[in-house]
């Protein structure tokens, strides 16, 4: 793989006046050519570079052309990009703030005010608001002779994201270009993107599912990008640009099932890829869009691994499969059960080196380079994985035997009645706690319903009812 700056220099002149990247202004969608996304992203890192910015810089802002050229600019041209969730709060800042030094903070202006929270405790940092200085710093840019230098080192650090902002302190998660985009060729060879396909991105950028399978790849691929203007008008603005790739997590693909029309589906059909990833997607609701022809792939991936570990195969009719490992990964089933079913881990070259100032003691990742995901699974002879819960989620009884707490919990759900269930471990056993209104004696006859369908070592011994008073318990 080459570096992002290389990709970007060729796109200039390969796909020059072609649409790359499209943003609702008005009452319509305006496209701005490779030529000029890369002649902006160019001159955005001379002004950068020119005003001694560089080093790790943050991004805090929502989706919008803006944060896209300041990314490619960053990780192209200037250092390292930073890019956070624009709702988090000041607390949230000052946390990624004290975990890694950053030179500069481009922010979205209704952020100014914990940006302004941020620089009492940091105010040696430069911070800019993206809709008042981005077309300054492009003029300045412009105004700067050559082309900027590249960031050729394809093993330094490109991007730090996160794990987390609100309790203690975050993860740090340092990927290079190399770990970035060493899914590429993988991807491609399961799912051939080229620059016919049409992406529409209404998944943040800052998250590294969207903002590399979603977006950093389309400068690979060549294909155009439309940026979602408003997350109630998905339906909309899809049935207006239909699209060949997106990606979408279980929750939209709801929403999108519950408005279904005949319209909507043939939109749907239209995609070449619609990926879902994120959490688990529901069997039922993948078996209802596949065999009405959409092409719905199941993906599951991890921030330290720079997204994809697996993803579903076009045409695979397993819906209990979660995806199908992708070529260049090791994964392994760490200390597997009797069925097979152990922590999944994976190594390869998309896989972090490893937190920033952890200690061993807290790290995921082994001396062998393996992320510990913290997901259980298991693998079949195809590379098909098979996600059981959270490793931290798993009830190990008297005599053995897993159980794992997801799937009860979501047995338990099916009654509509039921607001909340929490399923934990009470003496070797599985124990609920239901929120309901239901009166006590329709609560033990449901549950009693929900065991009878269970193997005896994984039925629910106990039970606490909690409604307004709090009720009793079953063995």
Known sequence: MKPICDYLEENRI????????????????????????????????????????????????????????ADLALMGYVGVCVPIDREWTAHDVCHVLSAVDVSAIFYERDRAWVIGEAEKQFPGIRCLCLEDCFEQLIQEGRAVAGTPEGRRNREETAMILFT??????????????????????????????????????????????????????????????????????????????????????????????????PQILEMLQNIRFLYCGGSFTDPEMKRFFIENGVTLLEAYGTTETSSVIALARPGDRDLECNGVVLDGLDVRIDRPDGDGVGEVIVGGGSVSAGYLDRNDSYSEFDSQGFYHTGDLGRLDGEGRLYLKGRKKRMILTANGKNVYVDELEELILENPAMRSAVVFEENFHPAARVYTDLPEQEVYAYMEKVNASLPKYKRIHTIYIKSETEGGRIK
Not at 39 to 68: F, H, P
Not at 197 to 211: E, Q, R, T, W
Request: proline letters at 5%; charged letters at 20%.
């Open 164 to 261: 987390s902002g609100t309790t203690n302190r975050p993860k740090a998660i340092p990927l290079t270009q190399a770990n970035l985009l060493h899914n590429w060729d993988a991807l491609y060879r399961r799912t051939p993107m080229s620059d016919a396909d049409v992406s529409y991105i209404f998944l943040p950028l800052h998250h590294v599912y969207a903002g590399v399978a979603n977006f950093l790849y389309t400068v690979i691929s060549g294909m155009q990008v439309y940026l979602c203007s408003d997350r109630r008008r998905i339906l909309e603005e899809m049935l207006e640009i239909r699209p060949t790739v997106v990606c979408t997590v279980p929750l939209i693909l709801a929403r999108i099932y519950e408005a279904l029309t």
């Open 14 to 69: 390969k796909w020059s006046e072609r649409p790359y990247i499209s943003v609702r202004e008005g009452d319509g969608f305006v496209s701005r050519t490779f030529r000029q996304v890369t002649e902006d992203v160019q001159s955005l890192a001379k002004a950068l570079i020119a005003r001694g910015i560089r080093g790790n810089v943050m991004l805090y802002a929502q989706n919008s052309y803006q944060w896209a050229a």
